[in-house]
């Protein structure tokens, strides 16, 4: 039994397979009928969200300016913070701004037991002004993970879309959690960005639903990479202390690679993973290692 590859309507995901597939995981972020509605951005507001996108692009060049352009955006940075911690009973809050076009919302928590838990939260710019319902939403969301805080943030996202800069396509309207119990996706994701793509790569990442009973399952989607939304999904099985890093790396690596390599019809057929892909996908430093592992754990991945 080895890990295999299928199609799959996104891009053909990463699934260890007895016969069976598990649904892709999406947060649902629209309203309930009965909801209250959500301010559009004021154009002071978009004027605040204008300034600090570029902002983050002056500071990314550096150059003479680059200073006083970092005490701008932590001066709002501190503010944001300050006022998400008014909500929260304990914890440290640390916000970084950005103006990422695909995820809006990315937490990591410190894991409870390890001295004061600590929050670190990277925010979209169209929060830097947000009013007391959304910092209040935000701070429930960050630290219990609130079911209808998340509705309230989704609705803000889509009623304040035109403030994204560049936002010409189709992308996933909903709070993206990195953060696992034992890997964190966002940083899995930013080295292999830099360190074989060039930081070429465009896409939100996020865990997949936690499950109920563990059970031997027939099989999993390890991971898979939706073209439309931009969007890589990662299974919670992977989420485990008996699963290395390296091996969750891999999987990481391989849906990135779908954003390089185009889908090609071949025979009638859609070509998910051509020999060129195939190829890329050996790229990877501890590709053999990787192989090795999953055909050794691969009844252990498949009891979640």
């Not at 399952?217 to 999904?233: A, C, D, N, P, Q």
Request: proline letters at 4%.
């Amino acid at each position: 039994m080895r890990l295999t590859d299928i199609a799959d309507a996104d891009t053909g995901p990463i699934v260890a397979s007895l016969g069976a597939e598990v649904t892709p995981f999406v947060v649902p972020m629209r309203a309930a009928p009965c909801s209250e509605p959500v301010p559009h951005a004021s154009g002071d507001a978009v004027a605040q969200v204008t300034r600090l996108t570029e902002a983050l692009r002056r500071a990314r060049k550096g150059g003479a300016s680059a200073s006083a352009v970092s005490d701008e955006l932590a001066s709002a940075e501190t503010s944001l913070a300050r006022r998400i911690r008014a909500h929260i009973v304990r914890g440290n809050v640390r916000v970084t701004l950005t103006d990422n076009r695909y995820t809006m919302i990315s937490v990591r928590r410190q894991p409870r037991g390890h001295g004061q838990r600590t929050y670190d939260v990277r925010l979209h710019c169209m929060f830097a002004d947000a009013d007391p319902v959304i910092t209040r939403a935000l701070a429930r969301y960050i630290a219990e993970n609130d079911r209808d805080a998340s509705r309230v943030l989704g609705d803000f996202i889509d009623a304040n879309q035109e403030v994204v800069r560049g936002r010409a396509r189709k992308s996933p309207q909903q709070v993206i959690l990195t953060a696992g119990d034992h890997h964190d996706l966002r940083a899995i994701f930013d080295e292999l960005n830099a360190r074989y793509f060039d930081n070429a790569i465009e896409a939100a990442i996020t865990w997949g639903a936690r499950t109920g009973r563990p059970r031997r399952r027939h099989s999993i989607k390890m991971g898979s990479y939706s073209v439309e939304e931009r969007l890589i999904r990662l299974h919670r099985s992977l989420d485990r202390a008996f699963v290395p890093r390296f091996f969750v790396e891999w999987i990481v690596f391989h849906e990135m690679l779908h954003q390089v390599h185009d889908i090609k019809v071949k025979n009638g057929r859609r070509e998910f993973h051509s020999k060129a892909f195939l190829a890329d996908e050996a790229r990877f430093e501890r590709y053999d290692e990787a192989r090795a592992w999953e055909r050794a754990h691969l009844d252990e991945l498949l009891t979640y």
